[in-house]
Nanobody
Framework: QVQVVESGGGLVQPGGSLRLSCAAS????????MGWYRQALGKEREFVAG???????YYADSVKGRFTMFRHNAENTVYLQMNSLKPEDTAVYYC?????????WGQGTQVTVSS
């Protein structure tokens, strides 16, 4: 059984920073890519950042220069470093992973940017 679990959300003031993590576990033979998405209240889920299997990353224009996605230590864990947060970044953030040819979603973690 494959699992994808996010953590690290919370409440932060505008201009602050948060780091989200996404860990994939279980019977994993290959990961073709991992990505972050977010869904604000009343809006559709949108792409935030992605990391291809070769290591290259790409970002939505709205977060470019402020968010950084990277892998550290554990092979099946990625992070989303979010700096200069804005109230419009408030959303539930989801991790998606293409594992063994199938798409898996985490349960989501709430990020709230407010003073």
């Amino acid at each position: 059984q494959v699992q994808v679990v996010e953590s690290g959300g919370g409440l932060v003031q505008p201009g602050g920073s948060l780091r989200l993590s996404c860990a994939a576990s279980g019977s994993i033979f290959s990961i073709n890519g991992m990505g972050w998405y977010r869904q604000a209240l009343g809006k559709e889920r949108e792409f935030v950042a992605g990391r291809r299997s070769g290591g290259s990353t790409y970002y939505a224009d709205s977060v470019k220069g402020r968010f950084t996605m990277f892998r550290h230590n554990a092979e099946n864990t990625v992070y989303l470093q979010m700096n200069s947060l804005k109230p419009e970044d408030t959303a539930v953030y989801y991790c998606n992973a293409d594992i063994n040819g199938a798409s898996y979603w985490g349960q989501g973690t709430q990020v709230t940017v407010s003073s």
